[in-house]
Structure formats: C-alpha cells, structure tokens
C-alpha cells in the first residue's frame, strides 16, 4: 500500500488481492455498497474471520461505529493491535502450548509472530502505519451481557416503550413485541407458539403498557401476569382464557429469572442503548463488541433478539441517508436465520436487511454452516463473499442461494468449479454493484489473530473499563438519609392526622406481618413545550418525590428524586407503623403554599435543550438525544463528503481519459516494437495506487492494467526498452506518463485532505438553543402524601 495515499478518505475498503491475468492487484471495495449488506461463507480455516475483521477494521479506520454480536469469542482479536510490532507486545497473548507445540520458547515465538505479521503487512501493501491509524480511529469496548468478564450491560432492567415512529407502524410494532415475548418465553424455556395463552398474554401486557408510552420492567412483568391490567382478552373473561392459578404458575417461572443469583449482572452495567454505542462525545466511532460465547443457548437468543430489536427500534428514529452509518456484525449466524424454524432473532433480522440500507445501517451475516440459512431471507444481500466449502452439499446449497433472483445469470458449473478450487484465505465475491465474480486474496490483518479470546482475556483488556463503568453504575449511599431512616421509630407508631384535602398514596415493597412507612411528598404536573416556528408540541409529565423528615422547617425540594409514572395504592395495610410528619405537613395554609411554590419551581426550572448547527442548518428534534443529533450531524457530513468526491470524480475524469487514452496508444507502439518488451513490462506489479484511481473512477480490474503499468512498472520497462534502441523514444513518453499519473495522485489527495478538513466533524459546534415553558401551559398540578415502605 502507498504509504502517502490515504484511500480511506475515498472512503474505499482495501480487503485484498485479486488475480487479473496471472497477477495480483490490490481489491479495494467502496464502504457505500455494504449498505446493501454482506454474507461471509466458509467452513473452518478459510479465513473467514480474517476478512471480517478486515472489514471492521476498515469501518474503524473511516469513522464508521460497529456494533458486533460474537457468538464464538473471535471478533476481541480487534484490540489486539500492537503499533510497533514488537515481540514483547505479542508475548502476553501467546499460548504457551503454542509455543511447545512449535519447539520453541513463549519468548522465541512471540519474536516470530512479530515478523511474521511485520511481513505479511509488507507483502500486502501496508506497514506499521496503518495499525496505529486503527488503534486511534476508534474506540474499542467488548461487553459481556449476563457477565461481569467484561463490560457490563443491563439488558433485563426494563423493556423501554419504543419511539412513535413504531408505534405508529403496527407491522413494526407486532414484529417488536412478538419477538421479544417469544425470546422472554426461551429464556425459561417455555415451549410457545405465537399462538400459545402464554405468547398471547404476555404480548397483550406490552402492548398495553407500550400503547400508553410505559417502559415495563421485569418485576412489573411478572405482577402483571398474575394481576393484568385488562378483564378480557379477545371476547373471553380473563380466568377463562387464563385461569389465576395457572397465571401464578407461569409467573413464578419467570420469577426464577430475578430470584437467580445471576440474575444481578444482566442488570448492572451500561444500559443496551444503540445511540450511545456508536460514537463518543468527540465524535470518534466506537467499535462494540458484544461476547456471548460464556451463554447457554436461551440466554443467547434471548440477548440477541433483544439486541436486534433495539437496532431495529433505534434505526426506525434515524432519518434516511445514502452514506454508510453503521455496520451490524454477526460472527455466526447460523441457528439464527433458519429456512423453516422462526426463532425470535429471525423477524428483527428480516426487517434490518429489508429496510436498514434507507438508514445507512449495513449487514454483515458470517457462518461457517451455510445449509441451515434461509436463503430466501438472504435475497437482500447485495455482497458475498464465498471462502472454501467442506461438502459438495454445501457447495450446492451456496450455489443455489447465488443464483435465484437477481443472479439468476451465474452460471452454476463455473461457480462449482471455483469453489472446489478455492485456497485458504481466497474467497469468490459476487457484487450486485458489479457485473463479474471476483476472485481474492484477504489482505493480511492489523490486528492479532489470537483464536478465540478467554473471559480472562476480556477482563484483562477491559480492566480499565469495567471499574470505569462500575463506579459510574454505583449508587452512592445518601449517609444522610440513612441515618435519618434508621433513627428510633419506637415512638412513631401512630399514623399522624393529616387535612382531608392532603390525598394519602402507599407504596408496600414486601408482604410481611408489619410494614413501616416513611413519609414522602409526592408532587406532580403536567407541561406541554411548544413552538410552532421549531415544530415543537411535547407534553411530559413531571413526579417528584421528596424525603420529609419531621425536623424540616420547609420543603427541600433539592432534595428530591425524579419518578417516572407508578401505580400507588390508596389502601392501607394494618400492622403499619409511620414516621413524624414536619408541621407544615398538617396545615392548609402551607400546603397551599407548597402548591404554589411547586408550579413556580416548574416554571423556572423547566427548560427544553434543542440542539443546532448553524453551518449545516440541523436543529434537533423535540424528543432526539445529544447523541442521536451528533450521528444526524455526521451522517450529513458524510453526504457532503460524498458529494464533493463525486464532483471531484468529474473534475478528475478529463485526466484521468487522457492519460488512459495516452498509455493505450504507448502500449499498441511498444507491441508492434518488441513483443518481449510488452510481456516482462506485463508482469510487473499493478500499484496501489492505481487501484484507487481505478476504484475512484468507476474502472473495472481490466482497464486497469495499463494505468497501474505506468504506476509502478517504469522501472521494468525501461530496462526492457533499452534493449531496442529503436523504442528508445517511447521510454521519455512512459516517464512523462508515470509523472502524469503522479502528479494526477498527488493532487487528488489534497483535494481530498481538503474534503476531509472542511466536513471535520469538530469543526461543527453544538449549540444549544431553549424552548421556554409559558405558565399556561403547566396544568394538573397535585400535592400528596405517600407513605413508602422502608
């Protein structure tokens, strides 16, 4: 690879080598077509995990986020990137088995894998460069769902009510819950069908906490099977569709869940947010790498098809872009995507590869298994790549998935034919944005190919991490509080006498034989922003919750928690002891007081953060994140990234034609001279860098022998030349040519270093601009009294 050309800001993926009349020319991909998503395919050592973490090494090193579902342990090879090279760096991550195995010393074959790999970079292009370009293009995490090895991730806290974008699709919807119940049902090992009372009443339950924008935790789940919020489903009473006892029965399955030991590290951790995942607060693509080889198979449909969901979920809030946004790898996929079977990873799957290209979210599916795929549901793949098969009915299986539809035009034998006689680390690619099947040679990796990475290797990795995210996910212990909770109650069993205008609220944690309640103010509103010039009408509702303790003089309305929406109970239980009351608690006069300072402290502390870009002219939507305005923010700086490279392309192509022009005239001449001539300057090397100009210019392998001559064979063929003096002439016109073709390099890569610079992301400042609540739009306002269970 050329050193001084970086192709990535063509946004080109450099994956390997191809064969084009007996040579080997560097194969660079574009990263827009992965939009139309990909398939890897190829049995054990083919080097199928090779050209995937290529691919993702290429997303990283041009800014492009990756979320990662890596069944096997492979993918955390990815921060396995060693800058210098050295022995020392490799050493740590050699197995000493390996080593024994190889006659040689943790020492001496750590020495032989850093010159094996300082090698294999050389030979194919790259250098040391390249891997410290990855290590800072991006940020590199490996989460450990259901596991503290690794970064944790809450994933079993609550089921977030989706965006009104899906509730406003009923497809998407029924889609959304189906598959989450069917993966919930998997995860306690219930056989169900979508059909079955259990499918129905837990999909009954969400749909009606989702219709009524409620987030549904897993304890609210499971009260609600034995308690649902409706008397009927369909036209039948509840106990006759599902009898209380047996309700009872399938919740304390689910119970099982929380009451498991376990169950505590699905819920610690950083929240399954996809915005946040993808770049950090600088702007930089993160690289998420989710590692569930250490889950039983339930646990791992469970987590996949929630994973899948939230892609979905959030892909549905984002606007439509022509660009790569980001990439959803899958390192196995096999049991997921079956022909026949519909597990709950299979509907999310479908709808991302029917729809995710009009968001810019790009597919990659790999598996070494490819008879169990529904091929069907893989007609949406626009790119496969085909590595060595063990079977010939796998071989036929692939074969026949290539040429339905589109491919219908491939011809069957041919295919065979290559397959059967594909090496390691050769892969056939059929792209739909191409007319030929391609042969090529992966690239050598950047990163270290360890094998399968340890749960001791990912705590190792992410050691810094994981104390990072634990101290952020810790709750802090309010010392205040809790000597306050734990003063002597011994006086404070009677229930204080509070004004019939005060409404009492209980809120009982535990079923016991005595209950002791702390007080609480609960005050609550309802707001609406609104603008018409910023398109905004959001109504939210406001619960605080604040500790009374009966030495306050007045509310502390610093001291308060915010709710979201929950059911107290009006009831009291008996054998309940209370806390004191603060005097201003027992008055009118200062409840009224309190009212009114409630509506003011919503009036002044109430404000609505958009955010804008004034070059871009992007003003945040009333309900989208800081993160999902910055990935809106660089998917319009990639489409003008693209549209500057297109209109380069047509400033360029003048250029470019001649000098194609000029050197097929050259070639004719050196023909007619001197037939050796034309053969040893046709043997040497095709450069990089012609490749890119050929990728840049829409050119395919074959038109581009005779630039990539001209680029790098100058030297060979001038000493064929001077061997006939009578083409001696020709030698000046190739020279001129070769410092053409320089100079035509040269010059498009300021003009791209320029591109770049002025669509920086950091350039772009974001600011915030506030919408103001009026008084008249603060209503329903309440004071209560709860009495929370200590």
């Not at 339930?298 to 979905?312: A, G, H, I, K, P």
Request: aromatic fraction near 8%.
């Amino acid at each position: 690879m050329s050193s001084t050309f970086n192709y990535e800001n063509l946004k080109l993926f450099y994956i390997g080598k191809e064969k084009v009349d007996e040579r080997l020319i560097p194969l660079v991909y574009k990263n827009k077509q992965l939009t139309t998503h990909a398939a890897i395919i190829g049995m054990t050592g083919s080097g199928k995990t090779g050209l995937g973490i290529s691919l993702l090494e290429e997303a990283a090193i041009d800014n492009i986020p990756s979320i990662i579902i890596d069944p096997k342990g492979d993918m955390g090879n990815l921060l396995l990137t060693f800058p210098k090279l050295r022995a020392k760096d490799f050493e740590p991550w050699i197995e000493e088995q390996d080593a024994i195995n190889s006659s040689m010393s943790v020492t001496e074959l750590a020495q032989k894998t850093a010159s094996l790999w300082e090698n294999g970079l050389l030979n194919d292009f790259q250098n040391k460069d390249r891997i410290e370009k990855l290590k800072n293009s991006a940020d590199f995490t490996i989460y450990t769902p259901g596991s503290t090895s690794g970064v944790p991730v809450s994933v079993l806290a609550s089921f977030k009510a989706p965006s009104k974008e899906i509730l406003d699709d009923a497809d998407i919807l029924n889609q959304l819950v189906n598959s989450t119940v069917s993966s919930l049902l998997s995860l306690v090992e219930i056989k169900e069908s979508s059909s079955s009372k259990e499918h129905i009443l837990l999909s009954s339950i969400f749909m009606d906490y989702y219709y009524q924008g409620k987030d549904l935790s897993l304890e609210e789940l499971i009260s609600n099977i034995v308690s649902p919020p409706f008397k009927k489903v369909g036209i039948f009473d509840l106990y006759t569709f599902f009898a209380s006892e047996d309700r009872l029965k399938f919740a304390l399955k689910l119970n099982s869940i929380i009451a498991n030991p376990s169950f505590k590290t699905w819920i610690e951790g950083e929240p399954l947010d996809i915005s946040k995942m993808l770049y950090d607060e600088n702007g930089k693509a993160k690289v998420s790498i989710f590692s569930i080889s250490h889950l039983n198979d339930s646990q791992r449909m469970f987590f996949v098809s929630l994973l899948l969901n939230q892609m979905v979920a959030w892909m549905r809030r984002q606007e439509g872009t022509s660009s790569l946004k980001a990439l959803l790898y899958m390192d196995e996929i096999f049991g997921y995507f079956p022909p026949s079977k519909n597990p709950p990873t299979k509907q999310p799957m479908l709808t991302l590869l029917k729809q995710a290209r009009s968001f810019g979210v790009g597919v990659i599916l790999s598996t070494q298994n490819p008879v169990d795929l529904d091929y069907k549901g893989l007609s949406n793949i626009g790119t496969w790549f085909i590595g060595r098969l063990q079977t010939k009915q796998d071989k036929e299986k692939v074969i026949d998935g290539l040429t339905t539809g589109a491919n219908s035009n491939l011809d069957k034998k041919e295919l065979f034919d290559l397959l059967s006689k594909l090496e390691k680390r050769n892969f056939i690619m059929k792209n739909i944005h191409e007319d030929t099947v391609k042969v090529f040679k992966t690239r050598w990796v950047l990163s270290y190919l360890k094998g399968p990475i340890s749960k001791e290797d990912i705590k190792q990795l992410m050691s810094e991490k994981i104390k990072k995210t634990l101290i952020k996910n810790k709750e802090e212990t309010d010392d205040k509080k809790s000597l306050r909770r734990n003063l002597d109650n011994s006086n404070n069993n009677i229930k204080p006498i509070v004004p019939n205008e005060l409404e009492e609220l209980y809120l009982y944690k535990s079923q016991s034989d005595s209950y002791q309640m702390q007080p609480y103010l609960l005050a609550s509103s309802e707001i609406n922003f609104y603008s018409a010039a910023k398109d905004i009408d959001l109504k939210k509702q406001i619960i605080e919750k604040i500790y009374l303790d009966e030495t306050n003089l007045e509310v502390n309305w610093d001291d308060n928690e915010l709710l979201k929406e929950k059911e107290f109970t009006r009831n009291e239980k008996i054998n309940s002891s209370y806390y004191n009351l603060p005097n201003f608690m027992l008055n009118i006069r200062d409840l009224k007081e309190i009212h009114k300072d409630f509506t003011n402290r919503i009036y002044k502390n109430n404000v609505l953060i958009l955010y804008k870009n004034k070059p871009l002219k992007l003003l945040s939507k009333q309900n989208e994140s800081l993160e999902d305005f910055k990935i809106r923010i660089q998917d319009r700086l990639n489409e003008n990234i693209d549209e500057e490279v297109e209109k380069l392309q047509i400033k360029f192509q003048r250029d470019e034609k001649r000098l194609e022009n000029k050197l097929n005239d050259l070639y004719v001449k050196l023909e007619r001279e001197k037939d050796q001539a034309t053969a040893k300057t046709t043997d040497t090397l095709i450069s990089i860098g012609s490749s890119i100009l050929g990728a840049f210019f829409g050119k395919s392998s074959s038109n581009r022998t005779n630039i990539g001559r001209a680029a790098s064979g100058i030297k060979n063929a001038s000493k064929v030349l001077k061997e006939r003096k009578d083409v001696k002439f020709v030698e000046s016109e190739i020279e001129e040519v070769s410092n053409e073709i320089s100079s035509l390099n040269q010059k498009l890569k300021i003009e791209i270093e320029k591109i770049k610079e002025a669509f920086n992301f950091n350039n772009y400042e974001i600011e915030e601009e506030k919408v103001k609540l009026r008084r008249k739009d603060i209503y329903n306002v309440s004071i209560s009294l709860l009495w929370e269970e200590v």
